[in-house]
């Protein structure tokens, strides 16, 4: 009889007990977890987001933008050189410029040195056939020259012209040569070695805007004074 009254007493502690902590552990507060679900797809966690100043988008460069930088817009060289640039996309003044003051370099020391290949791959048909003139003359004559360029002071565009799909481009050169001719005998003829010559050239390049070459070639030349 002892025996179940105390197994009694504890089976009612446990029943209170019981109820206190569903009271307890049983409430919803709102701020719960949902219970872990293996197959819900997981979400990460939202990055910090680092405040920083806005940029403004890139402005798209204009169009005719490098040719408007050299030739003042309105101009009869600006509408020219812009209907190059519209034909050919790639066409910026500087960068021809750049390429003219090199031939223009290189057609002076092969003609003078008498490179006939270099002449070749820089002159139009005609032009070259008049270097190579000259440089018959020359050998028959037993002549030779020493020369050195000094530089190029200056290279403008000052005219440019497009008809049917061929430009012209044509650039005054203010440069400076150092040049001697001796005839056979070792005389000096012409120019001296000690001196420097200012040469004013006006030189025209044309160049197939449809060709895959990009190369422009020398097709007049003429002297500024």
């Known amino acids: 009889m002892d025996l179940n009254i105390v197994t009694f007493i504890f089976f009612a502690l446990a029943v209170v007990v019981f109820i206190q902590l569903r009271n307890v552990l049983g409430r919803r507060t709102g701020n719960e977890r949902r219970p872990f679900d293996p197959y819900a797809k997981s979400k990460a966690e939202p990055a910090a987001v680092e405040k920083t100043a806005a940029l403004p988008p890139a402005a798209k460069s204009a169009p005719f933008a490098a040719i408007d930088a050299y030739a003042p817009a309105g101009s009869e060289l600006n509408e020219d050189l812009r209907a190059i640039g519209r034909a050919d996309g790639s066409f910026a003044p500087q960068e021809f410029l750049t390429g003219a003051k090199a031939a223009y370099e290189m057609i002076l020391t092969a003609f003078a040195r008498g490179r006939r290949g270099d002449l070749q791959n820089l002159l139009a048909k005609n032009i070259y056939e008049n270097f190579v003139t000259a440089l018959e003359q020359r050998s028959a004559t037993g002549e030779t020259v020493k020369f050195s360029f000094i530089g190029a002071e200056r290279a403008e565009i000052v ?42 050239d006006r030189w025209t390049f044309a160049r197939e805007l449809a060709s895959k070459s990009p190369d422009w070639l020398l097709v007049a030349t003429e002297d500024e004074e």
């Open 159 to 200: 005219a440019a012209e497009l008809e049917k799909g061929r430009a012209r481009l044509t650039v005054s050169f203010k440069g400076e040569i150092i040049s001697a001719t001796y005839d056979k005998a070792g005389q000096l003829i012409d120019g001296d070695e000690q001196n420097i010559v200012v040469l004013r």
